[in-house]
Structure formats: structure tokens, C-alpha cells
């Protein structure tokens, strides 16, 4: 039996305790953030088009169950067979350029997990908010869709940016200024609110379009405890991916884990891009 002494002190421990333990069972989990270039619904080869390999990237979305997710070359189609399969899920998006058959660059989020406060979009050109506007010589609109959203949990708040920059190797200029109007955005934004940039960007680290970006923001990947998966995203519906060109890029957040999904649900490559996911973690708060 424990002696009138010790019982009291025992429970002053207990007590002290249950806050701890009960915030800890509390913290919101990590942002499960996700950057996904779907592919087009184009290719007519069989295990490459879009109806042979939907259910295989819906099968990958539920697998990791992103809170969030920036997709490039988006068609409408595609975006409603996905939420269809995905329940709880939403998206938002503008066509890139007239006709609502046009690329969109979509952003999903799960909506018992997030709010969408705000959002929008602008083109990567002389006349950024002009729907469609193609300038510095690109062959199509060129375009981001943002949001800044509120996390259920805790009221905690981000943006994300997301886009797709233009492909071909003579379009390195092009894509330096597209980073760098993104870049002059961002910049503007509150910095007391961490925010992220998914894309394709069609540019490798170490480009100039990757020094123009990483003057104000992170590589994920290279802020991660740990990093899993193959470095490299694109592989054209094959298994030897041979450029690094899909990146989430951050401010004011950490990165616990950065993740390459190069997994083939039921035998299927669900795009010819390996998408990638960062656990990312806002910044604890300050103490007066």
C-alpha cells in the first residue's frame, strides 16, 4: 500500500501527465502533399490509355491518401472519374486555354481535412491575369492554380501553388521566366504562412530554372529526413525513368519524408510521370 506521502505525489505526476499525453494523441498529422502529372488522355497503346490505367491511379491515391494534390495535364474527363473514386475529395481549376476540353492544372484536396479559403489563377505571360495569354514565344497557355487553404485540425493555414512548364530543351529561358514571375508571387505573400509549389517543371536540378526557383524556396526532397523511391519521376510508361523533373518546393515548412511512388497497382503504371509526396510539418510556434 502506497504511504500517505508517496500517493499524493504519485497523483500530482498523473495529473501532470494527462495534458501531455493527451496533446501528443492529439497533433495533427503531417501535411501528405503530392505533385502529379496524370497524363493526358491521348495515348491509344493499350496499358497507356487513360481507360486501362485510371483505376491504378485512383488504386495509388487511396493507398496514400494525399491531403492534397497538384495535377498537370489535367483533362475534365479525368478529374471527374477521379473524385468520382476518390470520396471526400474535391478539385478546382481553370482550363489553361479556351474550351473547358484544355489542360487544367487541378488541385485535389480532401475535404474533411482542408478548406478552401481563397484560390485562383494567372498565366505565365506579359499579362498574367489574362485567361489563355501566350507570351516569350511558348506554343500554349502556360498557367498556375493556387489556393490558400485552412486544415481542419487546427486552423492552421498554407498555399499552394501549382504548375506545368513548358517542355522542350530550347524552352529553358521560357521556364526561367516563368519561375521567376511565380517566384515574384510568392514573395508578396504573408511570410508567416508556409506555402509549397507542385509542378512538373521540365527542368532538372541544377538548371537555371532550379536556381531561379530555389532563391526563395526548398526542395523538399532535399530537406527530408528521409527519402525513399527513385530519384528520378519521368519514365514514359516504362520502368527506367531517365530525367528528375517533378518537384514539390517549399517555404516556412519541414519535411519529414519525401517519397518517389514508383508503384504499379495491378501490373499498371498509372502515368508516364512517377508521382511524388512530401510529408511536410508546419513550423512550431513561437514562445512570447
Known sequence: MLSAFRRPALLALIALALPLGSALAKAPEPLRVMSFNVRTPVDTEPNKRWE???????ALLREQHPVVFGTQELKTNQADYLVQHLPGYRWF???????DNEEHMGVFY??????????GNFWLSDTPEVAGSITWGN????????ALFERAADGKRFYLYNTHLPYRDEDEPRRVLGAKLITQRLAALPKDIPLMVTGDFNSEPGSTTYAAFTTGLADARKLARKVEGPRLTFQNFSDTPTAEIDWILVRGF????FVTLDQKP???VPSDHYPVLAELVFPAASTP
Open 52 to 58: 486501362d490505367r485510371r483505376d491504378a491511379m485512383v
Open 93 to 99: 481549376g481553370e482550363p489553361r486555354g479556351p474550351g
Open 110 to 119: 480532401d475535404s474533411a481535412a482542408l478548406k478552401v479559403v481563397e484560390s
Open 139 to 146: 506554343l500554349m497557355p502556360r498557367m498556375v492554380t493556387w
Open 254 to 257: 519541414g519535411v519529414n519524408r
Open 266 to 268: 495491378g501490373g499498371v
